[in-house]
């Protein structure tokens, strides 16, 4: 779409990322603390948006990237949480 690879590593896009994961007022913030206590109901956002387009068009296989693969079983299934996150960990860096 245009994007630069290096967008994230910049300035704007660490500002950005430190917001939305500390400030109390971003969604994003507030969504992820929703999911953390297991309460699916009523959520939206770009990224639930992003996780159903990717699954509609089948844009690819989710298989292969299993952060990706973590994220949608917890938003579609917010149960026992803190216990996929814990596999994952497990899974993938051997925590």
Not at 38 to 53: C, Q, S
């Amino acid at each position: 779409m245009g994007g630069l690879k290096s967008s994230p590593y910049r300035l704007a896009g660490l500002g950005d990322l430190i917001t939305t994961a500390t400030s109390e007022n971003s969604h994003h913030h507030t969504l992820g603390r929703k999911l953390a206590r297991e309460e699916a109901g009523n959520i939206a956002g770009e990224g639930v948006h992003t996780l159903e387009m990717v699954n509609k068009f089948h844009l690819f296989d989710t298989r292969c990237y299993p952060l990706f693969e973590l994220i949608q079983n917890i938003v579609n299934r917010p149960v026992n949480v803190r216990q996929q996150i814990a596999g994952y960990l497990q899974h993938v860096y051997g925590l």
